[in-house]
């Protein structure tokens, strides 16, 4: 929930129990919290103190790949690096979408509102379950009531649309499409086991849509078309 809560468990002893109010404050990572004041009971059942065993060659065998120590070190460094990069670059994209979308009229029917926000509401509540919790739970635990939460889900839906609809436009425009070259290549990103050789890319290809998946591509496409020629600048703080 935040760092907060942490602070106020941290020093608890075992069987003991506390109450205590946390208000969210502008700079929470749970945006739907900021705000509010929620009220907490805890109890202490268990306490577990985790022991990590000794960082050398030996665990890096155990737990990788890795003959070595530094050569797990360097691994884990740069599929950190990659990491970062990647959401760099998703927030870039998503950002430079969302100023291009801001002022784009597009004609969206209701029925793809509808379909798109059932949609959205469907994979949400499949991820509360997840953690045992209900749509209806959840929203008495953010304050707010399900017709609100539905109407930021609409909003949402409202908002993929229209992106999706810009970018359908651009593509258009500048003639971008999906090769056979391109879907292949994508398949063999993903390093399926039984899927490596340009037969077997084939073959699989073979068993799925491949519209939607050209359709993804295309998309894909067009938005790192529009990174390429954007003139990108930082803001100073």
């Keep these: 929930y935040s760092q907060e809560l942490d602070t106020k468990i941290i020093g608890m002893e075992q069987n003991q129990e506390k109450s205590f109010s946390i208000t969210y404050k502008k700079d929470a990572k749970a945006t739907d919290l900021i705000g509010k004041t929620l009220d907490f009971k ?27 120590a530094k050569e797990l070190e360097k691994s884990i460094r740069s599929n950190l690096e990659k990491t970062t990069k990647q959401q760099s670059e998703n927030k870039l994209k998503t950002d430079l979408l969302d100023a291009i979308s801001e002022n784009a009229k597009a004609d969206i029917q209701a029925v793809m509102i509808q379909r798109e926000t059932e949609h959205s ?13 209900t749509f209806e739970s959840y929203s008495q ?15 949402g839906a409202k908002k993929r649309i229209k992106s999706e609809l810009v970018l359908e436009e651009i593509a258009k425009k500048e003639t971008i499409e999906a090769s056979e070259e391109d879907l292949m290549a994508e398949v063999k990103k993903w390093n399926m086991p039984k899927v490596q050789t340009d037969e077997e890319v084939n073959e699989y290809l073979k068993k799925i849509n491949t519209e939607n998946f050209k359709y993804s591509i295309i998309q894909q496409k067009t938005l790192d078309f529009l990174i390429e020629n954007a003139k990108i600048t930082t803001k100073k703080k």
């Excluded at 202490?44 to 065993?53: A, S």
């Design 121 to 133: 509401l469907k994979e949400f509540e499949r991820n509360l379950a997840q953690s045992k919790m």
């Design 141 to 155: 635990l953010i304050g707010k009531d399900i017709e609100s939460l539905k109407k930021e889900f609409e909003e």
């Design 42 to 68: 805890v109890s202490i059942t268990e306490i577990r103190e985790k022991k990590l065993p000794e960082f050398n060659d030996e665990f890096a065998v155990k737990a990788s790949k890795s003959k070595t």
